[in-house]
């Protein structure tokens, strides 16, 4: 596709769930970011992918969240047991290297809403 | 830790204003600063981006200005519209890694 993708748009959940969510990137983009921005703030940083790789996971909150990207291109979001404080926007970005001068892109992100 | 700030949280104008948003960032290390628009239950939209070499990047009605040495960046928005109604959230990228660090944003508000 043009730019970055997000699915699903919106998922509602119950405490204690596992939910899943995923990122298409730009086609060739090496790097995938995601970042989540809670209502009212900016968004924050939570992992960055070079390829296949995690290259820095330090802003994961805990160990409940956990992402992968198996094959350098779709990445997944994985939550564990969802908090009513896991509730926020997840956006995912790409850009083409992780190099400092490569813009990131967003995606629409997912709108996740644990009750 | 890196810390950006944006002033003001919101600001509300007639229609026509030329205006200009704030941000200020506490460590000056950094490799650029990107400005972005955020419309409701929207993502992000890139507006302008500027490399620590540089001072200013232009783009239609916006211009954007760094001081890289006072951490502080600037958007001016000239002959303002409804249109341009959204969040504007500015971020910089620091030069030891390539996560953004984001302010929290200034809502925008433009009255016809």
């Known amino acids: 596709g043009a730019g970055v993708s997000q699915t699903p748009s919106n998922k509602v959940t119950e405490k204690g769930k596992y939910v899943e969510l995923r990122c298409d990137p730009i086609?060739?983009?090496?790097?995938l970011y995601w970042y989540r921005q809670s209502l009212g703030q900016g968004p924050e940083f939570l992992i960055y992918f070079q390829g296949t790789g995690a290259a820095d996971d330090s802003g994961l909150p805990n160990d409940r969240f956990f992402a992968v990207r198996p094959e350098g291109s779709v990445s997944t979001l994985k939550i564990q047991r969802t908090e009513r404080g896991d509730s926020a926007v997840y956006l995912c970005a790409s850009s083409l290297l992780a190099l400092s001068y490569n813009e990131q892109f967003f995606g629409p992100g997912t709108r996740l809403t644990v009750l | 830790k890196q810390e950006v700030t944006q002033i003001p949280a919101a600001l509300s104008v007639p229609e026509g204003e030329n205006l200009v948003l704030n941000c200020s960032f506490t460590?000056?290390?950094?490799?650029?600063l990107q400005w972005f628009r955020q419309d409701p239950g929207k993502g992000l939209t890139s507006l302008l981006l500027i490399q620590s070499s540089q001072r200013e990047q232009t783009s239609g009605r916006l211009n954007a200005s760094l001081d890289k040495s006072s951490g502080r960046s600037t958007l001016y928005i000239a002959a303002s519209q409804p249109g341009d109604s959204a969040t504007y959230l500015c971020?910089?990228?620091?030069?030891?890694?390539?996560?953004?660090?984001f302010g929290e944003g200034t809502q925008l508000t433009v009255n016809p």
């Open positions: 460590d000056s290390a950094i490799y650029n």
């Open positions: 086609s060739g983009h090496t790097a």
């Open positions: 971020a910089v990228k620091e030069t030891s890694g390539s996560r953004l660090t």
